[in-house]
């Protein structure tokens, strides 16, 4: 008789659910990353603890995180979520959804320099990005 973890099973039906109704900026993003870093295997929308992270490249411990306009009401939230990624081994960058979609060459090349494999791991050489949180910023 199989036994089941209910809590890990309630998430990976909630990341399925997030996976299928991803925002406009997840989609691009997703797609930039299959396609300017086809080096690095990318997932999205998965468990990590209680968690569950936009994208993550397990083998480099990078996190993204995408973040809309109401991430700026939770930003205890986010912290205590950066945290707890970090405690696990992990770097988080994250990123405002209109950096994403208007921005995608920079946030692209800072999620490079982030990867081992880049020959730069300096952060904040790219360009300046609205909301002073985008790519030149890693938590």
Request: charged share 25%; net charge positive.
């Amino acid at each position: 008789m199989k036994t089941y973890d209910h809590a890990r099973t309630g998430a990976v039906l909630r990341a399925r659910t997030l996976r299928r109704n991803a925002t406009d900026a997840e989609k691009h993003l997703w797609r930039a990353l299959r396609q300017q870093l086809p080096g690095h295997k990318w997932r999205r929308q998965m468990p990590v603890g209680p968690y569950i992270v936009d994208f993550a490249c397990f083998a480099a411990r990078l996190i993204i995180e995408v973040d809309g306009g109401q991430q700026a009401a939770e930003a205890d939230k986010d912290a205590a979520r950066t945290r707890f990624l970090q405690a696990q081994g992990y770097r988080v960058l994250r990123f405002w959804n209109p950096d994403v979609l208007k921005l995608t060459d920079g946030v692209i090349e800072q999620i490079a320099a982030a990867l081992p494999s880049s020959p730069s791991h300096a952060f904040g050489a790219g360009p300046s990005l609205s909301h002073g949180r985008g790519v030149a910023k890693e938590l």
